[in-house]
């Protein structure tokens, strides 16, 4: 018989071993870079730091005041200001005689609604008040 | 001198950390992790880009899972071969894009291009044949051949008895055998 035995044509177990060896040897490595993003999500993950995100959200608004109180030339001035501010909407709300007499003298009117010449049919006289 | 005791910890107790907010824990707990995951999904899907996406996604997972972690039910590792797994399964399913298309970089330890090219050929023909292979037999593969992991590892990771990893195993290798035999001589293998 002319049969002949192949089966030495197959690859072994030896020759599959080679072929994983050359995958392991052939794997990237993978980037510094990557890995490095990868801490970032991890820290963006991080249960703590999503409570802490929430609570600076709130600092965040103060810190923005503390900035903002020196551009107008510190506390003390800007706590002035505030209360000139407040003054104002007070003297607005319920204004003195002596400011009505200024717009009626000037503008001839007594009420600040007609001055600013809205909605005149709903007179407002500060009498009322 | 290093102050940083997380690398004597295992990886359970630095998620525990990670969970109380320990950026310490994180950078040792991603440094070890992240190169296993990317190793085996790149092993799976031979794509560097997918295998980092693939990385990501399974680190996303466990950090979501971390504050609810219960040490007694498994070891990290293993959950994260499980989800790597079914990622790059999924992964592979969706794009077909096994393939031996990315001819990855040799590491620096060949001695001459010659070698490197069997390597780089080797490489891509075994890849070329894992890609055929039905997914549960490409995963015992990957996980017994090239992550190097024991047969009890393997059938905690694919939740099969270790029966059933030594048939996906065997059949899987017969498979790659019929696939790459036409090959052999070009492979190199020819004087075995």
Not at chain 2, 24 to 53: C, K, V
Not at chain 2, 145 to 167: K, R, W
Request: charged residues 25%; aromatic residues 8%; glycine residues 4%.
């Amino acid at each position: 018989m002319t049969d002949k035995d192949f089966n030495y044509l197959k690859l072994g177990e030896s020759d599959l071993d080679k072929l994983f060896d050359a995958a392991r040897e052939t794997r990237p490595i993978m980037d510094p870079d990557f890995l490095d993003q990868l801490q970032i999500q991890a820290f963006e993950a991080m249960p703590i730091t999503s409570e802490i995100n929430s609570r600076n959200s709130n600092i965040e608004i103060f810190s923005w005041i503390s900035t903002v109180i020196p551009q107008f030339g510190g506390l003390r001035v800007s706590i002035g200001l505030v209360m000139i501010a407040a003054i104002g909407v007070v003297i607005g709300f319920n204004p003195p005689d002596l400011v009505l007499d200024f717009t009626t003298a000037y503008f001839d009117t007594e009420t600040l609604v007609e001055l600013a010449g809205i909605n005149n049919e709903t007179q407002i006289y500060w009498e009322d008040f | 001198m290093s102050f940083d005791v997380s690398q004597n910890k295992d990886n359970a107790e630095l998620l525990a950390l990670f969970a109380k907010g320990n950026r310490l824990s994180t950078i040792s707990l991603t440094s070890r992790l992240a190169p296993i995951i990317f190793s085996q999904a790149f092993y799976m899907l031979n794509n560097s880009a997918d295998a980092e996406d693939v990385t990501q996604d399974a680190l996303l997972q466990l950090w979501k899972i971390a504050p609810k972690w219960d040490p007694n039910r498994a070891q990290i590792t293993t959950w994260l071969y499980r989800v790597t797994s079914n990622l790059c399964i999924d992964r592979f399913r969706k794009s077909k894009r096994l393939s031996s298309e990315e001819m990855p970089e040799v590491i620096d330890k060949t001695p001459d291009v010659d070698q490197k090219m069997q390597l780089m050929a080797r490489s891509k023909a075994l890849y070329a044949g894992l890609k055929i292979l039905p997914d549960r037999q490409r995963q015992a593969i990957v996980l017994r051949h090239l992550e190097e992991l024991s047969n009890p590892d393997i059938s905690e990771i694919m939740e099969i008895s270790i029966e059933a990893v030594e048939s996906l195993i065997a059949r899987g290798k017969r498979s790659l055998v019929t696939t790459l035999t036409p090959q052999k001589k070009a492979l190199g293998l020819n004087n075995d």
